[in-house]
């Protein structure tokens, strides 16, 4: 049996923050997982109504699965190595390579083949991420971000896991840093990165992102009323609702996580504005909780579940929120 | 949220597989990592779409034994996909997998072909070919 020494398993809420912020930990640089999250630019809304995932169009609470990987050690100036495999045979011995030498990697899987995860939640996801930490005979040890403890999967299904096809496939993708960033400049990384959310969240030029896209959706869920059909209303609110609450950690973890950033961003550089902005933040995620509330009231046909108006004005409430605490944070760069 | 709003619902999904972070407010206002065993909501909303997989895997079954579908239909829904998401798993256009529900052009299918169905749904190839009414899957594998 070969292990990495000196890995803590930390418990994360997200898999790819976790990821990255572990990764980070082990090369002796200390963000925590909100950090990671905040400082890449991960927080987003986005409905894609024209991208169907098991026939329910597409809505995501954070940037494209890959995101942090790919930009944020750029954003830190940090060298780093991401690399993607044609032969797969190639892709587990480099690992097998790695794990000998001590060197912490991190994978994107497809939660289908992970078989330690519940049966109920592998679904063919592509976008999981996760640590090899060492090899036991025929099994790998996994730190997984969001499970409480280590796990183990078969050699045999990591190399389909890491090989999955369909959306986002991981094409074995593989990625490590290569040395510490070179210095850490926090002040001028949070107002960069709260500057791009905000603008992405105001002002994207597209309808489906950002407060527009949150109005979007509640369009459409008010819409739902003029449909007949209860079993598409059910399964239309129950998608909005897992895309939110199940996969990675969802709108309301979104957002308290993305609370948590600007409350350690406060604690960091001292401008209030931080401050008021993470206590609107989360109240905007226990907007998003009575929302998810009232959808599942639907999908259980509770008698005093909401008609579709009511809760598409949950969702307006949810983006309004959003919306003044993003022009809150505006103003961070004309003071700043 | 605050701590002691966290849900702890006990979920079914997570007995035996731990708990979930999440980052909630303590009682001074900070934020601060914790672990919650599920929430009701996301138990309703994944059984939800999980009894629909089940419908549409009842419905295929009996199609199977009808001989009007090919046994490909009743292990997608088993396996929590649809068609399309199958055929991107499976790297092939979408009108040949759904060719391959016609139970005469299923018959035709080399073995080739078969065994990269049954790899892609965890099961033997036999269990592919002899579709009988007690047909199953193992949840674990």
Not at chain 1, 1 to 13: K, L, R, V
Not at chain 2, 36 to 44: F, L
Not at chain 2, 107 to 132: E, G, H, T, V
């Amino acid at each position: 049996m070969t292990q990495i020494p000196d890995f803590q398993h930390q418990h994360f809420a997200h898999c790819e923050s976790g990821v990255m912020s572990a990764l980070l930990m082990h090369q002796g640089v200390e963000l925590s997982e909100p950090m990671v999250f905040g400082l890449s630019g991960t927080l987003c809304f986005a409905y894609l109504p024209f991208m169907k995932f098991g026939n329910m169009p597409l809505v995501s609470y954070r940037m494209f699965p890959g995101h942090i990987v790919k930009k944020f050690p750029k954003r830190l100036g940090m060298p780093y190595c991401l690399k993607t495999y044609r032969n797969q045979a190639q892709a587990m011995d480099e690992l097998d390579a790695h794990v000998r030498e001590g060197r912490l990697v991190g994978l994107q899987t497809s939660a289908y083949y992970t078989t330690y995860f519940p049966p109920e939640m592998r679904f063919h996801f592509n976008a999981h991420n996760i640590i090899i930490i060492g090899k036991d005979a025929d099994d790998y040890l996994v730190s997984d971000p969001v499970f409480d403890h280590i796990e183990r999967i078969k050699v045999a299904d990591l190399k389909l896991a890491r090989f999955a096809k369909g959306l986002s496939a991981p094409k074995g993708l593989a990625h490590y840093p290569l040395g510490p960033p070179a210095g850490l400049d926090l002040p001028r990384l949070i107002k960069l990165s709260i500057k791009k959310t905000v603008r992405m969240m105001l002002y994207a030029p597209l309808p489906w992102i950002g407060i527009k896209g949150i109005l979007l959706l509640a369009r459409r869920v008010a819409q739902l009323a003029n449909k007949a059909d209860e079993r598409y209303t059910r399964l239309f609110l129950g998608n909005v609702v897992r895309m939110q609450e199940e996969i990675g950690t969802g709108g309301g973890g979104f957002r308290f996580m993305y609370a948590s950033f600007l409350q350690e961003a406060f604690a960091a550089t001292g401008w209030p504005v931080l401050q008021e902005a993470s206590a609107r933040m989360t109240e905007a995620g226990d907007q998003w909780r009575l929302f998810a509330l009232a959808c599942a009231r639907v999908v259980k046909k509770n008698p005093d579940a909401a008609a579709p108006d009511h809760i598409a004005n949950l969702l307006r409430q949810c983006g309004e929120t959003e919306r003044q605490i993003y022009t809150l944070l505006k103003s961070l760069n004309r003071s700043h | 949220m605050k701590i002691d709003d966290v849900p702890q619902d006990q979920i079914r999904t997570f007995k035996g597989y731990g708990t979930k972070a999440v980052y909630a407010v303590d009682a001074k206002g900070r934020y601060t990592k914790t672990a919650t065993n599920g929430w009701e909501v996301e138990e309703v909303v994944l059984r939800d779409v999980l009894a629909d997989f089940e419908v549409l895997a009842a419905q295929a079954k009996q199609r199977v034994l009808q001989g009007k579908s090919s046994p490909i239909e009743f292990f997608v829904y088993k396996r929590l996909m649809d068609i399309p998401a199958l055929a991107q798993a499976m790297g092939i256009a979408r009108w040949r997998v759904r060719r391959h529900l016609n139970p005469k052009v299923f018959r035709k299918l080399n073995d080739r072909m078969l065994q990269r169905y049954a790899d892609l749904f965890r099961i033997q190839l036999a269990a592919l070919k002899n579709f009988k009414e007690n047909t199953t899957i193992d949840p674990d594998s």
